[in-house]
């Protein structure tokens, strides 16, 4: 009988569960008598058989056409043919012909990340094999630490990467080489695992109160503060410059361009063309600074630009009662104008300057006011203001100022046995003149001095008028029943205060008509 094994196939003969011959492609004669069995199989692709491949492996021919593989527990076999995905195989041994065609394979370790090649990135994307593995892609100038359940496993670089989900939970920490890394306990461990991935970085230790600069190619590329760091060297040519935070405090002009970069390690200050900058260091004054921007870098040391405003100020004194000599009550509105000159005499000697001046220029002019007469204050108003400028001009160096100009607003007489605001003051225009004024010029009239003393002379005829009046009406024909004495008393009381109103009213009155005959005027 004929037995035609064609192109590509093979047959194991077996007698008795023995493999007694391999049979290549050709044209046999057995006997159907025999009692031998034939298993014929295509040479192609995985050899598949229910019997022990060890036990068929011993035979030598069929071993030779046979490519075997071991696969363990924690790999995945993918096998190709002619470049084609034909499966992926789990922990086994297994056996792939090698007799048609061109066998390729491909291990992947379960326990750690691999880098994958296009051909298992395909199979990947094309099967549910994917779904088993995170999967990470690491563009160019990067590098990524792979973590195994939270602990470092290695360095993965530019590629695409996968790990198994079967055993371990997979994290990745990607790194931009381009930019500063911390040079921490995970860069030792990494240097330590791969000590010739030291060489590609340069490490640069920054103290405190430092500041590292960092440049490529004559390029500012960031800044770092205290602390270790790593700066990759296979791409450019890195370049330093330490600042000391503590020395050359004021920001030399060169940086400038980079302080939009440099956000909190500097403070601005800024100093207004009408102020002078006065530069505080630990409390300490250090030099005064023009109209400009300045900037100081954050170091240890306590730095302030304290602003002293130069422009001409004005004080006003409003309301102060003074007692002339003739224990008449005025009330006083005063202006000064001054600035300040010496600057540092103002913020090392002066609290509160305003404060200040507003109190020497009370005492001086309670010092005049209170030596001369009324009349003569009223008859010399103006020399008031340059008697309080020269005194004040003899002090004005002790108080870092210039005064410039001072002088009386208006002059009221204050609130005194009955009459009260009795003003003398400037007019002001476009306005309604609603109370008596004495003068429109600066000095008063000799009439209307003699009209006030006189209405000031019949004070008494008033009150005598008054006293009369009240008696009449106080008499006992005009009284049914007496008060007790205590009451009476205090009635008697009130009706001297009322006498003393209405005395005062009708000398108002007088002086009101005076005043208002010379307005005419």
Known sequence: MKYVIGEGERVLVFKNERLVEYLKSGTYKISRLSNKKYEKYVCEGLFETERNLDFLLQYERLAEELQVLDVQEDEILIYYKDGIFQGGFYEGKYAFWNVVGRNSYAKLDLKTAFEMDEKVKNVFSKTKLGEMFDIIEIEDYHIALYFKSGVYEKVLKS?????????????FQKIDLREVMVYDETMEKIFDTEPEMIHDFDIKKVREKELLLWYQDDLFKGKCLAGSYLFWNKLKDNYFEIIDLNNGIEIDEKYLDILDKLEGVYTKYEVKDYEAG????????????????????????????????????????????????????????FIAQYRVVDPITNYKEINNVENQIYILVQMILRGYVGVNYLEDLLENRIEIGKYVLEKVKKEERKYGIELLDAGIKDIKLAEMSGLENAAYREPVKKEKITEPEFLETKEVSDEIKVDIENIIKKEPEYMEKLEEKEEAEASPENNVTEKPEPEAVQEEEQEQEKISEESASAILEELSKILAKNSKK
């Open 278 to 333: 006065l530069l505080i260091i630990d409390n300490q004054y250090r030099k005064t600074l023009k109209s400009g921007v300045y900037y100081f870098w954050n170091g240890h040391q306590k730095i302030e630009v304290y602003p002293v405003d130069l422009r001409i100020k004005q004080l006003d004194m409003q309301g102060e009662e003074i007692l002339t000599k003739d224990r008449v009550l005025l009330k006083f509105n």
């Open 159 to 171: 590629g695409t990467y996968a790990a198994s989900k079967k055993y371990f939970k997979n994290t």
